[in-house]
């Protein structure tokens, strides 16, 4: 099963999007990525520049102020699940194959999918998010 629990995210978007100057957006990507993890940045970076924002799209994950930064991987990948449990949000169990769980908090977001199509769908998730 899929769950999307994005806290305060859409109070992010609003505010950012009455803002004159474009808002920086950084998406953080493991180095390793795959084509479907690939695809889902892609589009949501896609969304997000359609919205509006100044998108980068990088494996630095060092933080950048004034910026809302996106980390997007695998539940099982390092950086993913310490940004899940530094937020107390760690899934007590993970969601089945093709899951995902998203996670804003302030002005960070993280994607973390079971499997390379949970994070698709993940990445998918939070563009129609943009989008609306």
């Not at 949501?44 to 950048?64: I, N």
């Not at 302030?106 to 943009?130: E, F, H, M, N, P």
Request: net charge positive; charged share 20%.
């Amino acid at each position: 099963m899929r769950s999307l629990p994005i806290l305060l995210l859409g109070v992010l978007l609003a505010v950012a999007g009455n803002c004159q100057q474009r808002e920086r957006v950084r998406i953080v990507t493991a180095g390793h990525t795959n084509a479907r993890t690939a695809f889902g940045v892609h589009w949501l970076e896609g969304s997000l520049d359609s919205a509006g924002y100044r998108v980068e799209v990088t494996t630095d994950a060092s933080p950048a102020p004034g910026t809302i930064r996106i980390l997007v991987g695998a539940l099982a990948d390092r950086r993913v699940s310490a940004a899940l449990r530094s937020n107390h949000a760690y899934p007590d169990s993970l969601p089945g194959r093709e899951g995902f769980k998203n996670l804003g908090h302030g002005r960070r977001v993280v994607i973390g999918g079971r499997d390379s199509s949970g994070t698709l769908y993940g990445c998918i998730a939070l563009s129609d998010k943009v989008r609306s």
